[in-house]
């Protein structure tokens, strides 16, 4: 019960081109990948609400969703359901992501930022600009995870439900990165860390940012076969799948939480 925990999270959507779903499509969105986590005794706590991301400057509906699991947490299942969502609903790709307590010669860098108080979307646009500024293309914010802010709850809503607004993540993805060479990694690693500690000194200008700080994760792509020649990296989604029913699986990193009793992330960029 002491140890420390682990956090990771799912980078999914639903939405293609002229295809905005539904609040009640993004409950189903909601369902389909937490079902794995329902009765599962190594999860201390999840969310998958409805959020928004931004991808080259493209806003689309998102889900924010976010496990906290013991260190004994098996990720297989929930892998699974992530990539048999991004098959079902057409997805160029889909991604999951362990926060990790220091990087590793394979980590990539990412950034969360947690604002002092909930947001709507008004004032999210302000930071969406400070990031285009800083060459920060890929974002998903992060939400709140209050009765209100579930997914299940907002169905009945008439507008493009948003959960609370309380902070944003992004990352390097190297799979989305047309330049990207595994050979030169530590060197893109390190152009990306420049440009998030870029961002981390604006946001902590501000007085309405809590919180913001240089992270590191452990991140697997999933991707479409075709039509996917921009990306450099990431497993189809059928070579998976396929590996998957031969029971070919790899471990994945182990992550974080903010709190008592785990180690906090790198913050030196804050």
């Known amino acids: ?112 930022v947690y604002f002092r108080k909930r947001q709507d979307v008004d004032f999210v646009q302000q930071i969406k600009q400070l990031m285009f500024d800083k060459g920060v293309d890929g974002f998903t914010f992060i939400t709140d995870a209050r009765q209100g802010d579930r997914v299940d709850v907002q169905v009945a809503r008439n507008d493009e439900a948003v959960a609370g607004l309380v902070g944003i993540r992004f990352q390097y993805v190297p799979a989305f990165d047309g330049s990207y060479t595994k050979a030169a990694h530590a060197t893109k690693v390190k152009e990306q860390e420049k440009i998030f500690r870029g961002v981390i000194d604006e946001m902590a200008k501000r007085a309405d940012i809590a919180q913001a700080d240089l992270v590191h994760y452990d991140t697997e792509v999933f991707r479409r076969a075709t039509d996917t020649d921009w990306m450099s990296e990431g497993v189809t989604y059928d070579e998976y799948l396929r590996g998957n029913a031969s029971g070919r699986n790899r471990g994945t990193g182990r992550g974080q939480l903010r709190g008592e009793t785990t180690a906090p992330p790198d913050s030196g960029g804050k």
């Open 1 to 112: 019960m002491a140890a420390p925990l682990d956090r990771t999270v799912l980078g999914v959507s639903r939405e293609r081109p002229g295809q905005r779903p539904t609040n009640v499509e993004q409950a189903e969105l909601a369902a389909e990948i937490t079902a794995p986590l329902q009765k599962d005794d190594t999860v201390v706590a999840f969310q998958a609400n409805n959020s928004y991301g931004d991808f080259e400057g493209v806003a689309e509906r998102s889900l924010n969703a976010e496990i906290v699991t013991r260190s004994n947490h098996d990720p297989s299942p929930v892998r699974t359901a992530l990539v048999q969502a991004g098959l079902k609903y057409d997805q160029d790709a889909v991604f999951i992501s362990k926060v990790l307590r220091a990087p590793t010669e394979t980590s990539v860098p990412g950034v969360e």
